[in-house]
């Protein structure tokens, strides 16, 4: 049996499609984080292979604030666009409802 040496935490590498979901990441939200808010920046590990350190992924975790959605900072969810986007859909479905409604 061979003995593989123990791995210091600062050494252990979290690869995107196996481990990113534990940590309720998706690559797409490391793409934009990394981007916008600052997310460790990964390391190759191959030509199609990249991780990152398991200790600055949970450090990046842990000072974020709690709550706050994901792509906040990036002007993609202001309340100015969440309420015209809720008003878009609102007479998107009063337009399917008189059309339905006429239908009959």
Do not use: D
Request: proline letters at 8%; aromatic letters at 6%; a positive charge.
């Amino acid at each position: 049996m061979i003995k593989r040496p123990e791995t210091l935490p600062e050494q252990q590498v979290i690869l995107t499609r196996e481990h990113l979901p534990l940590y309720g990441l998706s690559a797409k939200k490391v793409e934009r984080a990394m981007i916008h808010e600052g997310f460790p920046p990964a390391i190759k590990l191959g030509a199609r292979t990249k991780g990152w350190f398991r200790h600055e992924v949970v450090e990046w975790i842990a000072q974020r604030p709690r709550g706050i959605h994901p792509c906040l900072g990036t002007g993609q969810f202001t309340p100015e666009r969440i309420e015209e986007q809720q008003r878009k859909r609102a007479t998107t479905m009063a337009a399917n409802r008189r059309q339905r409604e006429t239908a009959e």
